[in-house]
């Protein structure tokens, strides 16, 4: 499983029943207010955290996945307390996680989560800088600016005839490309200029053409190297839990054996309900090595659908398969025998389960895709199971929805299979 065991999610064993106001927060010890903020829920947390005088080091006691989980769930402008507070191994994994979309580089988004960056402290900036990946600040710098001039250099004709923007050093000449984002970008030059002046050099040198600047499939490959370090696995290795097995010849080996690594993980409020077979058994069974386990499913099929991780939504899809999948897989072998669901959890493989409960849902595509029908419901409902991952049309649910969400249950299955059945007769 490598060598660290990830996490992702806003809340422990039970969601608190009860809410603390601030003051009554505050009177808590550090330990204590741990665990009351693993009860909570995200807006809580945000109420809580940033005011408390334990703010940064609760913030920071976070794992970076945990604390990037939080983030987006309250929404990135709202939640720009916490980066300020976060330490640079967690600034640095939220950045990983929204300034590329699959192999692509957003100068966009580069832009937006520095601006986020110089909102905070000068203290903060000065402890995060060191820590930027050079190679990246320099493909990013030198998709905004056009730099001339250096240490020694003798402007020509051309460039002291250029309409420079600004310089900040009276050495390097600069022009923003983008009006637009000059106020960031310059205001981010400065600090560099003024607090890193080695950096600020090496930087407008790289960009001015004196060094090559790294390409942008290198600066992807570090960036996922930094991700496997914290147990991201590889796109092609994430792939595998797609791989489709045959449901009526599976048969659980229980032979799982899993090693303590990392820290102690959360599961996210979706789990904490109690309402699915499959909650019901982990409240039953939870405990630590389980939700490592788990949580490093979450990251590997985060990764195996990797172009929409900066999607809050896509995201939040994600975990709602890996539940549904598991949820089928456990109600499939178990027939609601909760004692049994719990002795397949703790002995077999989080990752063979998925795979059974995608296969059992992917028999309903290979069914669909011989289908057609021109009327707007079933032409909905068959679209959706058509997807590469199949999707759930809402049409069928109580509330008739004109809408997908993922599997949930093995009742979802059987709804869709006599649906099938009725479309061919």
């Known amino acids: 499983m490598g060598n660290c ?37 995200p807006s809580e947390r945000m109420d809580l955290i940033p005011g408390d005088p334990d703010g940064k080091k609760l913030t920071r006691a976070m794992p970076p996945q945990e604390l990037y989980w939080l983030f987006k769930e309250i929404g990135a402008p709202d939640a720009m307390e916490l980066l300020g507070l976060a330490n640079p191994r967690q600034c640095l994994f939220i950045l990983d996680m929204e300034l590329w979309r699959g192999w692509t580089f957003l100068e966009d988004k580069a832009v937006e989560y520095l601006g986020y960056i110089l909102k905070g402290s000068e203290e903060h900036f000065l402890e995060l800088l060191p820590h930027l990946d050079f190679n990246l600040l320099s493909l990013f710098l ?5 730099v001339a001039g250096g240490i020694g250099d003798l402007n020509n004709d051309e460039e002291r005839q250029t309409d420079w923007d600004y310089t900040f050093d009276d050495v390097f000449l600069i022009k923003f490309k983008n009006p637009e984002c000059s106020q960031v970008i310059g205001s981010f030059l400065e600090l560099v200029c003024r607090f890193d002046n ?8 790289s960009v001015s053409g004196e060094i090559d600047i ?20 590889p796109h092609d290795e994430a792939l595998e839990i797609y791989s489709r097995i045959d ?5 659980p080996n229980f032979d799982k054996v899993l090693l303590q690594t990392g820290e102690a993980t959360t599961l996210p409020e979706i789990f904490l309900t109690g309402k699915t077979f499959l909650a019901r058994v982990v409240l039953l069974m939870d405990s630590e090595l389980f939700r490592m386990e788990l949580n490093y499913l979450i990251n590997t099929a985060l990764v195996a659908d ?10 939040k899809s994600i975990l709602e398969r890996v539940y549904g999948y598991l949820n089928i897989a456990l109600e499939y072998l178990s027939h609601g025998d909760e004692t049994k669901g719990g002795e397949i959890l703790a002995g077999v493989y989080l990752k063979s389960l998925f795979q059974l409960g995608f ?23 068959l679209s959706g199971l058509k ?11 109580i509330d008739g929805v004109d809408g997908y969400r993922e599997f949930r249950e093995m009742q979802d299955v059987k709804n869709m299979s006599d649906f099938l059945v009725e479309l061919r007769e």
């Not at 030198?142 to 056009?146: I, Q």
């Open 214 to 233: 790294e390409s942008e499939e290198e600066c992807y490959r570090l960036k996922s190297g930094r991700l496997a370090d914290l147990g991201f696995p």
């Open 306 to 315: 990797q172009a929409h991780l900066a999607d809050t939504e896509y995201m």
């Open 359 to 381: 296969s059992i849902v992917l028999g309903l595509k290979y069914r669909a895709d011989k289908l057609a029908d021109s009327s707007y419901a079933t032409s909905k409902a």
């Open 247 to 251: 449901p009526a010849t599976f048969t």
């Open 198 to 205: 080695p950096l600020y050099v090496a930087l407008m040198e």
């Open 387 to 397: 997807n590469a991952r199949p999707r759930y049309y809402r049409g069928l649910d």
């Open 142 to 146: 030198g998709r905004e600016l056009v």
């Open 5 to 41: 065991v990830t996490e992702i999610g806003t809340g422990t064993a039970a969601t608190n029943s009860f809410r603390l106001g601030e003051e009554e927060f505050r009177k808590l010890s550090f330990d204590d207010k741990r665990i009351y903020l693993d009860g909570a829920l």
